[in-house]
């Protein structure tokens, strides 16, 4: 009995599929884009007010699965000795100097606001759409061969207010 | 020196005692026989074990179909007093199926088949049934399918045209799903992983349109490239993220096949629309993955 019971069992778990339940909650886009983040904070320097307090990355947009992963980011990582917050609106929030800008696609149409509102304050600008890296973001995400790479404007990131070296054009696609 | 009548008396005692030794010899092998046959009769297996393995070294009895005959009944019936689980007793139900397998073919009359062919009929289904509990057992995965073969060595004795491609496929999907199932509750551990890559691509071997199979692989291959996206530190370096990309890739690229086959054999199967929205949206083709998500959103709606 108890052998027919373990048998119907495994029988069981061999014709119903297995899902994808355990992993479905994890988005590897969403880690991936949360890592690239992350190391962005290391090729930068933001303007010494904003060196206290905590690091703050503003997202524009929405994306849940983003929004998971950098809070899950954010309850382990630091930059510096600066705590990180992540902030998620869809609009510009006026009250808030954000490190880091997430512009989300659908929000690529606010670059030009958001680039005349902290222009020279130390905001780096992230996009993830084709041509936004020329039209004034410092980043723009882009697929290349089913993966994800990065446009990086040197000029657009010395607009924002930010010091940086060239450490990151070996790692980007470079946009004069 | 002897005298010839002392000789003569010296060697008719000789004869004598050899033709008692010789009578009494062959006399105690039969009566061994019979007592080993009320031990078995009597279900003291323990003590007639002893008394059989004499019996089969015997050159009176060695070659006689019904030594090996009892011997494979009393060894089978010992490994089923044991409990299944005990994999440790194995050799009892491996001297069992030999000892059959010895009297078959010495038992030229055929005064045995239908016993020997039943003893074998039962060792057969016990190494099936052990086969698949050692897949509980994740270290035994090897032992596992060593017992299916057993199995299947055996059935094709007491019938030579049994077709196995159902019960083959059956064995190695149950392998496969249970070490994917372990797989994921083990942290993702690459050997259960393997193991059940193993399994699933041998179903697939023997019918290439097996659903089952194609999921569980599909699933496995996207399940590999997710996890080393999840346990990649956030500050990875940049080079590193992109090496990490290309592995990740490679695996979502590898489980495609298997979820487009079962799109292809089954266009309603939810499983495989959800599976391959994720597949596409892991591989950054979010037109792809649009265009599934939309296919399963229709579905539901119906």
Known sequence: MKFLLKYSLLLLLAFSSLSFQQQQSFDPAAKVKAAFLYNFTKYFEWPDKMKSGNFIIQIIGTNTNLNQELNKMASS??????????????????????????????????????????????????????????????????????????????????KAGLKTGDGLNSLAIVID | MLSFSKSYHYLKSCICFLLIFVWHNQYAQTDLFFDAQRLCNEKKFDEALPIIEKIIIHPETKNDPASWHIRSFAYIQTFKQSLLSATDKIYLLDTAMYSALRSMKLDTAKAYIENNNSFIKNGASSYYKLSIILLQDSLNSVKSEQYYLNYKKYTSIFDPSFDFKQKDINYFNTTGSTFEDLYMRNNFNQKYGDIAKYALLKVLDIDSQNISANINLGILYYNQGATLMRMMDYDVDLAQLDVIQENAKKLFKQSLPFMIKVYQLDPKAEKALESLQGIYSALLDDEKANEFKQKKEALNKK
């Open chain 1, 77 to 158: 990582k630091q930059v510096g000795n600066q705590k990180l917050e992540i902030k998620t609106s869809t609009s510009i929030d006026a009250s808030t100097q954000p490190h880091i800008i997430f512009l989300l696609s659908e929000s690529s149409d606010m670059l030009k606001e958001i680039n005349s509102k902290y222009k020279g304050k130390g905001s780096l600008v992230v996009t993830e759409k084709n041509g936004l890296a020329k039209a004034g973001s410092a980043i723009n995400f882009v697929v290349m061969d089913n993966k994800q790479k990065f446009e990086y404007n040197k000029n657009n990131a010395v």
